[in-house]
């Protein structure tokens, strides 16, 4: 039976109605491309295949190993400064990390051994650059332009779904110094340490620029080799802090300075998972509660302030000339807060120089000063961090010709950190406003990542060619970003890499606006009302999804047919009282 309608005064046949002739499920093929393979690719790269079907998954990553940042960044003293038990896959937790903190290598190797558990690099395609990403309105799809970074060699292909998992700290940034490029000695990068000849420091004059989270863990590295001496060009003022987790340490009768775990202890986590969940959610509960030192004038922070004002003179007893740069007059925060377990104990030794003198340039030999004095030095460590714009070093190109460039200028302005109207099917893990000032990072990241597989199984179930966040929602989410940070101690007077305009700016675009557990409950489940969908079958019945009649679990190999007995899927109240139900007293249900 044919239905009608009417145009230009007469009756018009539509055609027919067809069933489309597949369960409910509809699990279409998809291609879906993820851009790196650090800790939220590998997270992808295990989720997708879990829970969705017909996937066709690849994982580009320009370098040459699994890990992402943690696979670049192997200068001495790299370490993640929360606790290494904060510091992994929830579902995956490692019981036997060596210290509380852990190294570099230690946290890739763990990263690398969960891919290897769970049959990621199958998907992981090495030495592979993204170089472009262009939407076709056309096709509804991206058009995609890879190369092979040893071949020299590009290919190009068209996918439905671009994932950036790049990370925010991806491109390392040189100082712009005039003549860096004449320096004739050993020149490196924190992010580009010389790993390949193994350099010898011992004997060596040692320039060090920058004064934050890198150099912070480099200079106690260097300082106690032999027969260094290290000259420290620092401009910007810090605050250097006690280790995360200090204070929790002393609480769980844990000796603070004694960080390697022994044995034993190990040994306890491995066989005792409810002591082992007590010690992670000690720590994790003590983290998150930091966010209270990020509110301008709150108990929390005064505290903070008077605690590492006199951690702080004491450690710089015998030089109180340095005290003016660790005793900043911004709040606690303001600047990314790093614990520098050594660092004011190596500044103060007489083989390290602390320089605040502005550099006028770097010749052959050396760093000549703004006061004409000339630092001879054999070899320059530049700890300056990233490029902090957000801007991919590729173009992305969305509907009408936008590009992501343009949508980041003159600050980035996004849907829940994720997504950017006029790029439809293109999502960013960790992009603007997605770390984070107090808590554990990677919880974030996985929720992030939930968030992305029920965004493309919204595409793929209900047969839609693209999703994209409306204008308007994107705009809510900059002001709500815009007046939130007024509030925080993040935008007082301090240079800072969460903020724009070089650092010095009026706007926050690294950090989530809120706490950890307020991101979480943000992404928990996706406000699909804020979207624009476009249908894949066009103009026809959007209910085609539907099918016909027919659910997977009927048929033969394709599932359970009674499901809905099974002891995972029942959710049981609690008799008497259900209100009383500790699980939703945890954490309040949501739709």
């Known amino acids: 039976m044919s239905a009608n309608t009417i145009e230009s005064g007469e009756a ?17 093929q998809m291609k879906v491309r993820v851009i790196g393979a650090g800790f939220s690719g590998v997270y992808l790269g295990i989720r997708i295949p879990q829970r969705l079907r017909n996937i066709d998954l690849q994982i580009y990553d320009k370098n040459s190993g699994i890990g992402g940042t943690w696979w670049e960044n192997r200068y001495p003293g790299c370490a993640c400064d929360i606790p290494a038990h904060s510091y992994q896959y929830t579902f995956d937790p ?25 049959g990621v690099p199958r998907f992981v395609k090495l030495h592979h650059e993204v170089t472009s990403c262009s939407w076709d309105d056309s096709l ?23 994932v950036s998992a790049r990370g925010n700290l991806n491109t390392p940034k040189w100082p712009e110094i005039s003549g860096l490029e004449r320096f004739q000695g050993e020149k490196m990068h924190s992010a580009a340490w010389n790993q390949e000849d193994r350099y010898d420091f011992t004997s060596k ?60 202890q190990i040994s306890n986590f491995k066989n005792d998972p409810t002591a082992y969940r007590t010690f992670r959610k000690t720590i994790e509960e003590d983290g998150n509660m930091v966010h209270h030192a990020s509110l301008q004038g709150t108990a929390m922070s005064n505290m903070f302030i008077e605690l590492f004002s006199k ?28 614990p520098g377990p050594g660092y004011l104990e190596a500044l103060i030794q007489d083989n390290v120089e602390f320089i605040p003198t502005a550099i006028d340039s770097i010749n052959e030999t050396g760093v000549k000063l703004s006061d004409g004095r000339q630092v001879a030095i054999d070899v320059l460590c530049c700890a300056t961090g990233f490029d902090t714009s957000l801007i991919p070093p590729f173009p992305v190109v969305g509907k009408h010709g936008c590009t992501l460039a343009e949508k980041f200028t003159p600050y980035p302005k996004t849907y829940l950190t994720m997504m ?24 974030l990241l996985e929720a992030e990542g939930d968030y992305v597989v029920k965004c493309i199984r919204k595409l793929q179930k209900e047969d839609y060619a ?28 301090c240079k800072s890499w ?75 109240p609690l008799a008497g009282k259900p209100e009383e139900d500790l699980r939703y007293k945890a954490r309040p249900f949501s739709h």
């Open 466 to 493: 693209s999703l994209v966040p409306r204008q308007v929602r994107v705009q809510d989410f900059s002001d709500y970003v815009g007046e939130y940070f007024k509030r925080t101690v993040y935008m007082g007077k």
């Open 498 to 572: 969460y903020k724009t305009g070089g650092g010095l700016g009026d706007r926050i675009s690294t950090l989530w606006p809120g706490s950890i557990l307020h991101a979480m409950e943000t992404l928990r489940a996706p406000r699909w009302e804020d979207f624009e969908f476009e249908s894949l079958c066009g103009h026809e019945n959007r209910f085609r999804w539907l099918g016909n009649g027919w659910s997977e679990t009927l048929m033969p190999g394709g599932g359970d047919p009674s499901w809905y007995l099974n002891e995972n899927e029942l959710d049981c």
């Open 12 to 28: 018009v046949s539509a055609p027919a109605y067809v069933i489309k002739e597949e369960p409910i499920e509809n699990h279409r």
């Open 311 to 338: 951690i702080t003179k004491k450690r710089l007893a015998t030089k109180p000339e340095l005290l003016p740069y660790f005793l900043p007059d911004f709040g606690v925060g303001c600047r990314r807060l790093t």
């Open 420 to 443: 950017v109207d006029d790029l439809p099917n293109f999502f960013i893990i960790l992009g603007p406003n997605s770390s984070i000032g107090a808590g554990t990072l990677t919880i």
């Open 94 to 118: 490692k019981p036997d990390w060596s210290g509380f903190y852990a190294s570099s290598r230690e946290i890739c190797d763990y990263i690398n051994s969960i891919a290897e558990k769970y």
């Open 140 to 162: 509804k799809k991206w058009h995609i332009t890879v190369k092979h970074t040893q071949t020299g060699e590009s290919f190009e292909e068209d996918v439905d779904v671009v």
């Open 205 to 264: 004059r040692i320039g060090i620029i920058g004064g934050g989270s890198s150099s912070i863990q480099i200079v106690p590295e260097l300082q106690k080799l032999e027969g260094t001496r290290l000259s420290c060009f620092i401009r910007s003022k810090v605050w250097i802090s006690d280790r995360f987790g200090d204070h929790v340490m002393g609480e769980m009768g844990l000796d603070p300075s004694q960080l390697e775990f022994t044995e034993a």
